[in-house]
């Protein structure tokens, strides 16, 4: 029996860089989710007999919310859909089932790397047929029909049994629940060398992989333990919670510092990694390294023909703007396109599709390929791990030897966070307000060569995105990019990232902090950034 259910609009249902988020007290106010569920149920408009995936990454209220998602989609005439078990499903798990499924879209309920449980975050994100986020058009339909909803539609009758694999009917809807794992384990086989790197295993080849309690732990117990044959205890932290065992699930060296600390001690292992909440981040270490999301994307792009599934070559590679230009040297070099995209995932969904490019990366700890249509934290470690296997040298030689033959791009971000809104959106407004007169101006020894406010094109499908970040760019290339984080839920996220090129390799092993002390300095001169926040120092560097 279908119900039809009154509501009222909320105004601040608005998509941010990778879906709605907000707090869960925020996302249990009565119909909140019902009413997102529905508008993107409306602005999707699914062809009948379309199946949808749906799962989250099993944080606080994903349960809930599950079952409301399905009751929901079978109430709105959905032909079939494809559950992860116990409503489990990474990201880039969810956008390989769209995919090999030819499902019309999926519903996937993550907050990502922000912390869960009852007081933590939760959010709901729509990807589209070919597995990847919705673009903007999409989200911009999705958001008009949150203004105007009156009334949701949803199943009397509850949604199955989650935890059992196996099809049932949901009143005319098939439900089918499926091995969260199993697929994308496959996939992952196809790609890489599989062979090799077992071998490389066997004979002594360490890891850890730090899965901080949230949803890749089952899929790395599977591929790393199991079908890897690494010992017992390679995968940390590897069972699911609902508040992440009380932290954040970000991989980066602030909420991962135990997995940094093993890895710059005497006992660390060769190769270390962590993923975040929904599996689609990643961070890389070596023995007495931390390999930036920017230097990685350059490192396996660079070296992605010696595994399987890139033999062939890569044919570009994208990245998101305030991304270091790492990556542009590779391309350089290869004779390979370039594409610079603004921040969001859902950007490359075109270039991918187009074969424009293989390969994309985000200073963000994302990196992926056109694999499936999201970015893929245990995809960069199996990479890197035929990387490793293939050259038999360590991270630290690899990354080394990249920096002497392209150059090192020191680069750190820097994240204020849970700055007042007005406040973070005035200092931007201000930045702005000064571009026009900004090139030619002297900071110290930096000479500005270009200011602007970063604006995007689609090559593909010519639609056009501006205010994407405010880029002041140095004689010699070094440049500093102000932006405003969307994926926040308290106040306003201020990014600073700050980037200087070295060519000389006698000068690669400088710290950062030492390399871009004058970039930083500059950064809250023009910035006004104490003034303005208040803040000393940031919250978070990475
Ligand atoms: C999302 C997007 C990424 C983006 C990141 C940070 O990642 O998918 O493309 O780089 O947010 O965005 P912002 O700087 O606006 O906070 P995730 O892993 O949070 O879904």
Redesign the pocket.
């Known amino acids: 029996m279908i119900r039809t259910v009154a509501t009222q609009p909320f105004d601040d249902q608005k998509p ?4 709605l988020r907000k707090k869960v007290p925020h996302f249990q106010q009565p119909n909140y989710a019902e009413n997102f569920i529905q508008a993107i149920l409306d602005g999707a408009k699914l062809e009948p007999g379309s199946s949808l995936v749906i799962g989250g990454d099993g944080r606080f209220f994903n349960a809930s919310v599950i079952r409301t998602a399905i009751r929901m989609a079978a109430a709105n005439g959905v032909a079939k859909l494809i559950v992860g078990r116990g409503g489990l499903l990474s ?1 880039p798990a969810a956008s390989n089932l769209i995919r090999k499924r030819k499902a019309a879209g999926g519903i996937v309920l ?5 912390p869960g449980g009852p007081d933590g975050d939760f959010g709901i ?1 729509y990807n589209i047929a070919n597995g990847g ?1 919705a673009p903007e058009g999409v989200t911009e339909a999705i958001f008009r029909r949150t203004r105007e909803i009156r009334e949701y539609k949803i199943l009397e009758e509850d949604a199955p049994d989650l935890s059992i694999v196996g099809t049932t009917m949901l009143g005319e809807t098939e439900v089918e629940i499926v091995d969260p794992v199993a697929d994308y384990a496959s996939l992952m086989e196809e790609l890489f060398d599989f062979a090799k790197i077992r071998a490389a295993i066997e004979k002594g080849l360490t890891l850890r992989f730090d899965a901080m309690h949230a949803v890749t732990g089952p899929y790395a117990h599977e591929i790393l333990e199991r079908r890897l044959g690494a010992p017992v205890g390679t995968v940390l932290n590897g069972t699911p919670s609902e508040d992440f065992g009380g932290g954040h699930p970000d991989p980066n060296v602030v909420w991962a510092a135990p997995l940094v600390d093993l890895m710059m001690g005497p006992t660390a292992p060769d190769f270390g990694a962590a993923s ?3 599996g ?2 990643n961070m890389i270490l070596g023995r007495g390294i931390v390999v930036t999301p920017s230097d990685s994307l350059a490192v396996l792009a660079a070296n992605a023909h010696l595994a399987p599934g890139y033999a062939r070559g890569i044919a570009g590679i994208a990245r ?1 703007m ?1 991304t270091s230009g790492a990556a542009d040297r590779v391309a350089h070099k290869r004779g390979i396109g370039l594409y610079e995209t603004p ?4 950007f490359f969904g075109n270039l991918l599709d187009a074969g424009k490019v293989t390969i994309c990366g ?5 990196t992926g390929s056109d694999h499936v249509r ?2 893929d934290g245990l995809w960069a470690v199996l990479l890197w791990l035929n990387i490793l296997a293939e050259r038999g040298q360590s991270v630290s030689e690899i990354v080394r030897e990249h920096w002497a033959e392209f150059g090192r791009n020191y680069y750190q971000r820097h994240d204020y966070e849970e700055v007042d809104k007005a406040a973070a959106e005035e200092l931007m407004d201000n930045l702005r307000d000064r571009l026009a007169s900004m090139a030619g101006q002297r900071f110290g020894t930096l000479v500005v060569s270009e200011a602007d406010d970063f604006s995007y094109k689609d090559p593909v499908d010519g639609s056009v995105s501006t205010g994407q970040g405010v880029r002041i760019v140095f004689s010699g290339g070094s440049r500093i990019v102000f ?6 839920t308290v106040g306003a ?1 201020l ?1 600073v990232y700050i980037e200087r090129f070295e060519p000389e390799p006698a000068r690669h092993d400088l710290s950062v902090e030492e390399a871009l002390r004058e970039l930083t300095e500059t950064a809250d001169v023009i910035g006004e950034i104490r003034k303005r926040t208040g803040r000393d120092q940031p919250d978070v560097r990475t």
């Open positions: 941010g860089t990778s879906g990201t993550s907050a990502s790397h922000n994100k986020p975040d909440g929904d689609d981040r998101s305030p921040t969001g995932w859902k985000e200073e963000s700890a994302g999201e970015k932006r405003l984080s969307g994926t926040g996220t990014r």
